[in-house]
Structures are given as C-alpha cells and as structure tokens.
T-cell receptor
Framework: EDQVTQSPEALRLQEGESSSLNCSYT??????LFWYRQDPGKGPEFLFT???AGEEKEKERLKATLTKKESFLHITAPKPEDSATYLC???????????FGAGTRLFVKA | EAGVTQFPSHSVIEKGQTVTLRCDPI?????LYWYRRVMGKEIKFLLH????????ESGMPNNRFLAERTGGTYSTLKVQPAELEDSGVYFC???????????FGEGSWLTVV
C-alpha cells in the first residue's frame, strides 16, 4: 500500500537556523512527489513537484530533493513568515490519486 | 487568474441534515478532485473527475456522499444525511489535462452537531 511518513511532526527553529524536513515514501512506481505549504485555515499551497531520484528544485529559502525512498525539504535561514505546516504527497501508477503525509508543523521564532 | 474556489467556507448542520458543497476549478482545468481532512488525520482522496466523468471514486466513504460535475465545469459534493463523523475540511482541487500537479482551494469546513 502506498504510504507517506513525515518527520518530525513539529519543528521549532530560531530565525536564521537552517534545517531539513523529511518525507519517506513507499509507492510502486512514483509518478510524482509533491510539497505543499499549508497555513492555518487555508488550503494547501503548491510548492514543488519532483519526478525522479536526484532531482532538486528551489524556491527562495526552500530546496526540495528526492531519492528513491525519501525527499527532503531544506529551509535555509528561515524567517518567521516561513512558519506553516509543510505537507508531502505522492502519486503512484494508479492515476491522479494523491497520498498525503501528516505534515510537519514548522515554527520559526524571531 | 482565479484559483480554485469553494463555497461555503464554513457550515454547521445538525446530524441527519443535508449539505451541498460547491467547487469551481481553475478555468480550463479538466481534472477536478475532492479530498477530505477529518480531525487529526491526513488529507484523504475522495474522488477524481475528468471533465464530467468520474475517473476514480475509490475514496468515497459510503453512499451518503454524492459528487456531480454536470457539464464538466463546477462540481458539487452532497452529504445526505450527515453524520457526526463527516465533520472536517473538504478540499477541492484541480489540474490541467495530462498534468499531475494539483492546486487546492481553501476548503469547506463542515461541522455536524
């Protein structure tokens, strides 16, 4: 069964303290791995799509990487406005059904 | 360009009543999805439309849930009769034909009391 596990559940950082969020996945035939940001009371906001091992994508202070078993979301010199829940999700070969992880709640303190 | 829009944003209904949620996808997106997050759980897939056809409804919890997409534009998700365990956030999402990156709306927050 396709599965996504994110760690840690919550992460508290000081402003400027870089760190990484982990997403481990099990899927038979990855069609895509997705990172979303979700603010309280809002819908998931698309960040990145990764398709194959070795792929990397960047956006401002965020960088997503992908291996055959996991993905990392690296946050460089975070700011308080980066505080949110970060969701990882995968699509397998069965179509467009997307499987989500539980998310990592990130808190960045000024 | 307008994103995915959902209505209502919040609703509180009594057990046994009916609620209909509406979703307008991004213009030109043939693929439309419904997802749900209940308290303390991950976001879960409910179903997928391609234009007006149901492509995959494997995530629909039971026959109290009915989704339609007449004309291949907006979609509705009806819950009848609502039960307490139906409380949660219902997200609609859409994507372009052949593209697997999906874009979400803000969600419809349903509370059944």
């Amino acid at each position: 069964e396709d599965q996504v596990t994110q760690s840690p559940e919550a992460l508290r950082l000081q402003e400027g303290e870089s760190s990484s969020l982990n997403c481990s996945y099990t899927v038979s035939g990855l069609r895509g791995l997705f990172w979303y940001r979700q603010d309280p009371g809002k819908g998931p906001e698309f960040l990145f799509t990764l398709y194959s091992a070795g792929e990397e994508k960047e956006k401002e202070r965020l960088k997503a990487t992908l291996t055959k078993k996991e993905s990392f979301l690296h946050i460089t010199a975070p700011k308080p406005e980066d505080s949110a829940t970060y969701l990882c999700a995968v699509q397998g070969p069965g179509g467009f059904k997307t499987i989500f992880g539980a998310g990592t709640r990130l808190f960045v303190k000024a | 360009e307008a994103g995915v829009t959902q209505f209502p944003s919040h609703s509180v209904i009594e057990k046994g009543q009916t609620v209909t949620l509406r979703c307008d996808p991004i213009s030109g997106h043939d693929n439309l999805y419904w997802y749900r997050r209940v308290m303390g759980k991950e976001i879960k897939f409910l179903l997928h439309f391609v234009k007006e056809s149901k492509q995959d409804e494997s995530g629909m919890p039971n026959n109290r849930f009915l989704a339609e997409r007449t004309g291949g534009t907006y979609s509705t998700l009806k819950v009848q009769p609502a039960e307490l365990e139906d409380s949660g956030v219902y997200f609609c999402a859409s994507s372009q034909e052949g593209r697997n990156t999906i874009y979400f709306g803000e969600g419809s927050w349903l509370t059944v009391v």
